[in-house]
């Protein structure tokens, strides 16, 4: 009834949660980045089917696996491999792949950071199109991650959220992922420079879109690092998410500042300055 799709590369810490959540489904395809850790003997010995490609983007790697997958059914669940499904998102998956009305559904994650659910600092519910007909559903890149190329009136909201444990390989691994993320935020937002290019309409549309113009605008604002903890921890209440809401708003400051800084960098070589 429902096939699903898992991007991978060097996941062996990962990869048997993910796949344990999915027993339900009779057709997981692990699309590996030639991983050089033991991902690919984990996920077969879990029965996944593996097919591998060269990772450019998250856009591309999901389109690749759409097209040479050969995935079994007409609705396919898009994965990564630190994401695990929930009974309860499992029964409204299958629900929605037999009697929905939409071509797709954008999913909630629950951030799973030092043992407790972010709630606040988190920004739950913060949605992704995941789940959607293969025929229908193709994703193209936006910043360093990808977003559906669907009509907004076509796509629905499921209730249940995916777990996310984006920090299950220590804070160091997240901290490298989000230096390369913050090389791909930088050069994105050089090649929109100009208020011209801010998405004003966005301001007041669906949530994914409004999150789009909100971090387009952001990229104008002086101490961009410093506003983004004081809106996370206290605007949005991380606060309430004690230590590890503290500590995740402070990285995600962090990370806020490598962008700022690769700005900097990337005009000064554009106008020929020393580094």
């Not at 983007?57 to 929930?86: P, S, Y």
């Not at 100009?194 to 004003?200: F, L």
Request: aromatic share 12%.
């Amino acid at each position: 009834m429902i096939s699903v799709l898992i991007i991978t590369y060097n996941e062996e810490i990962n990869i048997a949660r993910c796949l344990d959540s999915l027993k339900w489904s009779d057709d997981i395809l692990v699309l590996d980045s030639f991983s050089t850790d033991r991902t690919v003997e984990i996920a077969t010995a879990k029965g996944a089917r593996i097919l591998k490609n060269r990772f450019v983007n998250f856009a591309q790697q999901r389109n690749f696996g759409l097209i040479n997958g050969n995935l079994k059914h007409d609705w396919i669940l898009h994965l990564d491999a630190d994401e695990v499904v929930t009974p309860e998102l499992q029964r409204e998956l299958q629900e929605n792949a037999t009697g929905g009305k939409k071509d797709a559904y954008r999913l909630a994650s629950k951030m799973i950071f030092q043992g407790r659910w972010l709630k606040h600092s988190g920004l739950y519910p913060s949605y992704q199109v995941r789940f959607g007909k293969r025929d229908r559903l193709n994703f193209i890149q936006a910043g360093h991650g990808q977003r559906e190329s669907l009509p907004p009136e076509t796509i629905g909201t499921l209730r249940e959220p995916l777990l996310h444990y984006s920090f299950s390989k220590g804070i160091q691994d997240w901290l490298e992922r989000h230096n390369r993320y913050s090389t791909t935020e930088a050069e994105k937002f050089l090649e929109n420079t100009g208020v011209q290019k801010v998405d004003w309409a966005g301001l007041f549309s669906d949530a994914p879109r409004r999150r789009r113009a909100l971090k387009d605008i952001s990229g104008f604002l002086p101490c961009r690092s410093a506003l983004r903890f004081i809106y996370m921890y206290f605007l949005r209440l991380g606060f309430l998410d004690g230590r590890a809401g503290f500590t995740y708003c402070r990285l995600l400051a962090i990370y806020e500042y490598f962008i700022v800084l690769k700005i900097r960098e990337f005009l000064r070589k554009k106008d020929g300055l020393p580094l």
